[in-house]
């Protein structure tokens, strides 16, 4: 009886370890598989380092539920670019996010409820161009209903949303909603703000195709905001 009950222990811990390697293989797989989007982050607002750090999990999460990995890289404005990690395999260009300040928030032609700017390239070229305003963020967090990390990287993630999804349009619900209100904070808070199925679908086909450098435009063409 002794003799059995080992027996039965051992294949019982052998099956949970054979499943736990499956498991671990199916997720690194999962892992491989997410396509990538390289984001060079301009902080120009005084964001400190534990917001921006929680931003970027936030949309960071938003992107990775759609089977979106991104590779974020701080811009140095001493020159040191970190190039060295968008050297990946990943055909569609680098996206450059701006966090700008107030002062510089006004020189561009937004209202007061806009938590962002998204530039979208001119004679066809794609856009690669998102400003969100910090000081908006500010003034929403000031309802206790999210974090500044947490509106930061919502607003983040539907800028990139416009880039990608090459458009100035919003939809009527989700992370692309024109408004950030507080049912959109309170959804956000939730983890419940987010790509529909369809833009998600359409994100990953535009990550998928190859995108020459002549076809990305850094100027301000169409814009969009929220």
């Known amino acids: 009886m002794f003799r059995t009950l ?12 054979g499943t736990g390697r499956i498991e671990g293989k ?18 120009y607002a005084e964001v400190p380092p534990e917001i921006l750090a929680e931003a970027k999990k936030v949309a960071g999460s938003i992107f990775r539920k759609i089977g979106v990995e991104i590779l974020w890289v701080d811009h140095a404005f001493d020159g040191n670019s970190g190039e060295s990690i968008f050297n990946g395999e ?15 928030a006004e020189r561009l032609p937004v209202n007061k409820t806009m938590t962002g700017l998204t530039f979208q390239g001119t004679r066809g070229q794609l856009g690669r161009v998102a ?6 963020v500010e003034e929403l967090a000031q309802s206790k209903t999210c974090s500044k990390g947490e509106i930061l990287g919502h607003a983040a993630a539907h800028e990139l949303g416009h880039l990608l999804l090459g458009n100035l349009d919003h939809s009527s619900t989700g992370l692309m909603k024109a408004t ?22 359409l994100i990953r086909q535009a990550l998928a195709e190859p995108v020459p450098e002549s076809e990305v435009s850094q100027s301000a ?6």
């Open 221 to 226: 063409g169409a814009k969009t905001s929220r």
């Open 6 to 17: 080992t027996t039965t222990i051992s294949l019982v811990f052998g099956l949970a370890a």
């Open 90 to 104: 990943s055909s569609y260009p680098p996206l450059q996010l701006r966090i700008l300040n107030q002062q510089m």
């Open 131 to 136: 400003n969100v305003f910090y000081h908006r």
């Open 180 to 201: 950030l209100g507080h049912k959109e904070l309170q959804k956000a808070v939730r983890g419940d703000l987010l790509f529909t199925e369809g833009q998600a679908m």
């Open 26 to 43: 199916a997720n690194q797989e999962k892992e491989e598989s997410r396509q990538q989007l390289r984001v060079r982050v301009y902080r």
